[in-house]
């Protein structure tokens, strides 16, 4: 999936951006993954600078529900789910996958279309113990939950 | 008594050339300890952990079963005089010596040898003859543990959960059999006899069940489900090939949906059949509603009442019911007009000789031991000292396998495994090729010898110390500490994950985090070569020919000043 730049939308933006992805709808595969892949954000190596490179500082929002493993079968490809709840937190627009620990945090970033029911599986690499983030656009503000998943060499149980 | 059976006794005692208190003796105290009057009209008998141990043994309750955090100076982490305290047993008692290390070898060799399937036969039977309608459930661990076991890939376990009438099970250590053999014994064996449960174990791709998830079954008219709870982490604490494209995992509210489904399907009793663990089983009691019951294992944790758990929907009860055979759970329901109206749990210690092996039971298991009696009665070295294993940080066993390794493998550090299960052997007696089995009968056996650093040798000491002292115990995986040979070092396990492990020293010296040191081990997650664990200490038993004087290494503990966990 694609994303775009994080900043709150007005509607009047979100105009002129749909003017832009008009435009851009035309162009071939690779130009547009280039054009609207946010690789400030995926390019960090920290966590705050992805953050800082998706917007504002997210605040926890219930509405949000995210599942990951409490310790990861296998680190190289973790479960995750994310889902929420349009009537506790409408207008998604983006939801974002962050890993604490991995070389670069942003591990994916989607785009909701707007009356899109929010619910996302997919696997992440998890390099090493740590927070993961789910982080919501929702009416141009940042939201999120977080879960702390265990990678660990295993053995020695029971 | 009555007071045929009192004369009949004294006819036995004058033929035997007993005195005749120690028969009284031991008649009441037999009928003390399995008299358990009946409540109500659901009643669930619950073995866990079992690992394979057909005949009665030793079993050694640890010294060392530290609590952090929540779980500090809670049952089950509380030993010896804390523990005989708590739960108000007569000091010296039967009681305290099933549930404690106190005095263990004059204990031991004063009230004998338990478990014992045909022991456990005689008592449950009993039990159903006051009990109609009663379920027996295991809580998993059952085909594993023995040296019969691993050489007929469970089939004795099997045969003899069958003969006694286990009605439901889950899994953990089975599925080290590897996924197709489970199937098969599911298929060819337990299939009309047995319920295999386990709601958390879905196919990795699609998440389809690989197991039924409960089992609905009217006990005295009353419908009750029983929910079945494999180790969550086997693929982590096991090698994950065994069950490749299966995951397993916690799975709370798929939990909660199921509860809520069997409710709705009109279960009066909803009882979790689990093998979390006791700290897990305590925090899912917390937070999932409408459970009765989790009859719990893994951690081999016996206590000996039900813990009433608080959470948003009323109460749960939590009990764990030991290991090895050496306890049976017995806990009843009344259910009138699908409410529960009155409950009672007791857990009760297995002593073979106040109960009567049952002949059945008694020739499967000859039986079964006939094609190997050679084999396992191998002696392999006297041992003057009490070897065991289960605690926290180390055991004597433990201790021998790892000297064992590094004599073996010419290796200056070894790492065994943390297992809690591996019976208890009294001084004085030989070491057969069984006792030996009891340690290490497991599908990967593999000894290595690996090189690694000393900062990766660190980090495996942290590591394996997060699965046991995490302060949540959704993370922690249940298993004791590496036992480690060679390498001294101190543990504060509150600090925080990475951070518990401090001064490593080998020979006095301490360890260079770029060094690269050799280190020998066994039962790595990882697929590898190398011969069998039991032929290296086999081995090396021989060429000691005797046993004495093992001091388990044990690191120093930091930071627990009144923690009833350790003495």
């Given amino acids: 999936m694609t994303t775009m730049k994080a900043k709150p939308i007005s509607r009047r933006r979100w105009l002129q951006w749909t003017l832009v992805l008009g435009a851009a709808a035309a162009l071939p595969g690779r130009v547009w993954a ?12 920290a966590l705050d600078q992805a953050l800082a490179a998706l917007g504002d500082a997210p605040s926890a929002h219930e509405g949000i529900e995210f599942v990951t493993p ?62 993961l983030y789910a982080v919501v656009e929702a009416d141009g503000q940042l939201f999120m939950q977080s879960r702390e998943t265990k990678v660990t060499l295993g053995g020695c149980g029971g | 008594m009555q007071r045929r059976e009192f004369h009949k006794l004294l006819a036995l005692g004058a033929a035997a050339g007993l005195p005749l208190p120690s028969l009284l003796h031991a008649q009441s105290a037999s009928s003390d300890l399995y008299h358990v009057p009946r409540v109500g ?37 509380l030993v010896g005089e804390a523990l005989v305290q708590q739960f108000e047993l007569a000091p010296g008692s039967r009681s305290a010596h099933a549930l404690t290390h106190l005095d263990y070898i004059a204990a031991a060799e004063q009230f004998g040898r338990v478990g014992g399937f045909a022991h456990i036969a005689t008592l449950v039977k009993r039990l159903r003859a006051d ?131 069997v409710r709705a399907a009109g279960a009066q009793v909803v009882v979790l059949l689990s093998h979390n663990g006791a700290d897990t089983d305590i925090k899912l009691a917390s937070r999932v509603t409408g459970i009765d019951a ?170 394996v110390a997060d699965n046991l002292f995490h302060p949540d115990p959704y993370y922690q995986q249940g298993g004791d500490m590496v036992r480690v040979g060679g390498l001294q070092y101190s543990i504060a396990p509150l600090a925080q994950a990475g951070s518990r492990i401090d001064q490593l020293t080998l020979d006095g010296k301490p360890v260079d985090a770029n060094k690269t040191y050799k280190v020998a081990g066994w039962a790595s997650v990882q697929q590898a070569e190398g011969e069998p664990i039991w032929s290296v200490v086999a081995r090396w038993l021989r060429s000691q020919g005797s046993v004495r004087g093992v001091q388990p290494n044990q690191p120093e503990v930091r930071g627990l000043q009144n923690n009833q966990g350790i003495v």
């Fill in chain 2, 41 to 77: 009209n659901v009643h669930l008998m619950h073995l866990t952990d079992v690992h394979a141990q057909l005949l009665p043994i030793h079993y050694r309750e640890p010294s060392v079963n530290i609590g952090v955090h929540d779980a500090w100076n809670r049952p089950p982490h």
């Fill in chain 2, 294 to 463: 989790i009859l719990g294992g893994h951690t081999h944790d016996a206590i000996p009442r039900a813990l009433e758990i608080k959470n948003a929907g009323g109460m749960t009860l939590v009990t764990n019911a030991g290991s090895n055979g050496k306890f049976l759970g017995v806990l009843d329901f009344d259910i009138r007009d699908g409410r529960i109206r009155d409950w009672s749990y007791r857990l009760l210690p297995i002593f073979a000789e106040l109960l009567p092996p049952d002949p059945a039971m008694s020739d499967l298991i000859a039986g079964i031991r006939a094609p190997f009696a050679e084999r396992l009665a191998e002696p392999l070295a006297m041992t003057d000292d009490l070897l065991y294993r289960r605690g926290n940080f180390n055991g004597s066993v433990d201790q021998l396998i790892c000297e064992a390794l590094m004599d073996e493998l010419n290796a200056p550090i070894a790492l065994s495994p943390g297992f809690r299960w591996g019976t208890t052997l009294l001084p004085g007696n030989v070491i057969t090729m069984e006792d030996l089995m009891a340690q290490v009968a497991i599908t990967y056996p593999a000894v290595t010898l690996t090189e690694m650093t000393g900062a990766f040798l660190k980090r495996v000491l942290e590591d």
């Fill in chain 1, 70 to 131: 409490d310790i990861a079968e296998n680190g190289a490809v973790v479960p995750i789910r994310v889902a929420v709840d349009s009537a506790a937190l409408p207008n998604v627009t983006k939801v974002s996958i962050l890993v604490e620990m991995n070389p670069n945090p942003l591990a994916a970033s989607f785009n909701i279309p707007l009356g899109t029911e929010v619910y996302i599986e997919t696997r992440v690499k998890v390099a090493q113990t740590c927070t």
């Fill in chain 2, 131 to 261: 009990r109609p309608g009663a379920l027996l459930l295991d809580g998993g661990d059952l085909w594993q543990g023995s040296a019969t076991a691993l050489w007929t890939e469970g089939q004795d376990m099997v045969e003899a959960s069958k003969l006694l009438g286990v009605d439901v099970m889950t899994g953990h250590w089975e599925f080290t059999l590897g996924a197709e053999r489970v199937n098969e014994i599911l298929q060819n064996d337990l299939d009309g006899h047995i319920d295999f449960v386990a709601h958390n174990v879905k196919d990795m791709d699609f998440g389809d069940p690989v197991f039924a998830s409960h089992t609905l079954r009217e006990i005295n008219g009353v419908p009750a489900a029983i929910i079945g709870q494999a180790f969550p982490y086997t693929p982590i604490a096991n090698p994950a090939h065994f069950t490749a494209g299966w995951t397993f995992g916690i799975q709370e509210r798929e939990l909660q949906e199921k509860v809520d489904e």
């Fill in chain 1, 34 to 45: 280039t054009l609207v892949r946010p690789d400030a954000a995926f390019g960090a190596t």
